[in-house]
């Protein structure tokens, strides 16, 4: 695990990685707060297993009470080789920030034949800004359980700069919910909420002047 505290100031790092290759154990977490702001390079927890089952991916939480948080990319996900192996489940992510959040790729899918975990949910609040992201996903492949939901809630805008995956092709897809409470919202790729039993709810709220856009 890698945990980090700032009770007065702000916490900048570059990579953190506690990912594990070959293992049927699961990564460890990666926990930051500090009372400002918190910087870093990516963010990797994945579990990655080339010969047989992998485990469960570590959860990222980050926690900037009066600042903001910016995190290159966020790699969590689960993913055994080959495709006949077992992945136990993507990792969580939950962001919140006293201003805004921007963050590159969000990756915390389950990628295997039998995966009886599911993809992470990620939850990102910007409680006095706005929230910026790449492309996230949280499905994975066709028999995964189930697919990661995924809220993003800003009091000025959210932008998604990429596709939202939380497609399953066998499970439930994950829910979609995006809150632009005081500005606009912007997803520039797709949104697949696909579930094979059942697909996943898309919720979008804006009240900007400017009209929600996805491309």
Do not use: C, M, W
């Amino acid at each position: 695990d890698i945990q980090l505290t700032a009770n007065a100031g702000s916490i900048t790092t570059g990579n953190l990685s506690t990912s594990q290759s070959n293992s049927v154990n699961s990564s460890g977490l990666v926990k930051l707060r500090a009372f400002d702001n918190v910087t870093t390079g990516s963010i990797v927890t994945s579990n990655v297993n080339g010969s047989g089952n992998s485990g469960g991916a570590g959860d990222v939480a980050v926690t900037a009470l009066r600042g903001g948080i910016s995190i290159a990319d966020i790699d969590a996900y689960s993913q055994s080789q080959p495709l006949s192996s077992t992945s136990y489940g993507g990792g969580n992510v939950n962001l919140n920030a006293g201003t805004s959040v921007s963050v590159g790729d969000i990756n915390i899918y389950s990628d295997g034949d039998f995966s009886f975990g599911t993809g992470g949910n990620a939850t990102i609040n910007a409680n006095g800004g706005s929230v910026i992201t790449g492309a996230i996903v949280t499905g994975g492949t066709l028999f995964v359980s189930h697919a990661g939901n995924i809220i993003l809630r800003a009091t000025d805008n959210v932008t998604v700069g990429g596709n939202i995956d939380t497609s399953s092709g066998s499970g439930n897809g994950g829910e979609v919910t995006l809150y632009a409470l005081g500005g606009t919202l912007d997803v520039v790729g797709a949104i697949d909420a696909y579930g094979g039993s059942s697909g996943g709810e898309v919720t979008l709220y804006s009240t900007g002047t400017d009209q929600t856009s996805l491309s």
